[in-house]
């Protein structure tokens, strides 16, 4: 049987984007100014909203994990939104996923909506070349935590400087097809005409961005049910349009994006997610994938 999310019930609290726009004024500078106000309060009030949000429990830290691996051969892993424990068959290959970090990088648009900046990955990557993703990238040892691991790759990938933004709260950990423990960062962008990308062209094809809200409505998305050691689970793919280019968002970036819109917005998406529930393999290897 198709297992169903549970859906958490998020603390009551009027989001700043829910908030009237300003009324009309008869000077366009004050018009102006009174924008720029606006928004800058606005933002203001969603940083003290999320530095709020407190992630659902983990079941175990990351010291007990390590103790549990290397005493009891059990492992520790995270699937979208939940974590579980999960036994391992006896003497199971040590299942210790490499970290990384993404980046939620949010500002408010001219429009007076909350958007998200994204990138189009370079087509002469290995892995996952030409499709959207969140800057970011796995942890290196001289990361302090993983904000930093985030910006550092944020400011690598798109040249956006750190100083620019203000990180405000981490989303639970989700797990990659790849098995890569991946924590998503969300910080908010206090200017947006203050950054200027530069792709890295290694890298980096395009820099975009797209409403934030969009992740939680049922408009411009579609679903593919796929199979995960037996248990289905649904992709999401939303198909966007940018300045007359066409986008395909799904997969993991989708999904860290819907959790994110949710939070954000408070309210949980208008569509069945169905995530699927994690089994540990017997065998972890190149094939081993979502």
Known sequence: MISLLRIRKLPFTISPFTLTRLMDSSSSSTITAAKASSQTHRLLLLAQQLRCYKPPPSCLDELEEQ???EATGKVVSQVGFEESLTPTV??????KPKKAAVLICLFEGDA???RV??????????????????????????????AETATREAEEEIGLNPSLVDVVTFLEPFLSKQLLRVIPVICLLR??????????PAEV??????PLEMFIKDENRRDEEREWLGDKYLIHLFDYEFENKEYLIWGLTAAILIRAASVV???????????????FPRVIDKDTSM
């Open 67 to 69: 103790q549990i691996q």
């Open 191 to 200: 200017d947006r005409k203050a950054f200027k990308p530069i792709p890295n």
């Open 90 to 95: 006896r003497d199971p290959q040590r299942f």
């Open 265 to 279: 917005f408070q309210k949980p998406a208008a569509f069945l997610e169905q995530n699927p529930k994690f089994k």
């Open 205 to 210: 094809e395009e820099v975009f961005d797209a």
């Open 112 to 114: 007076g909506d909350l």
């Open 117 to 146: 900046i994204l990138t189009k990955r370079s087509s002469r990557l290995s892995t996952h070349s030409g499709e959207v993703a969140l800057p970011g990238g796995k942890a290196d040892e001289g990361d302090k935590d993983d």
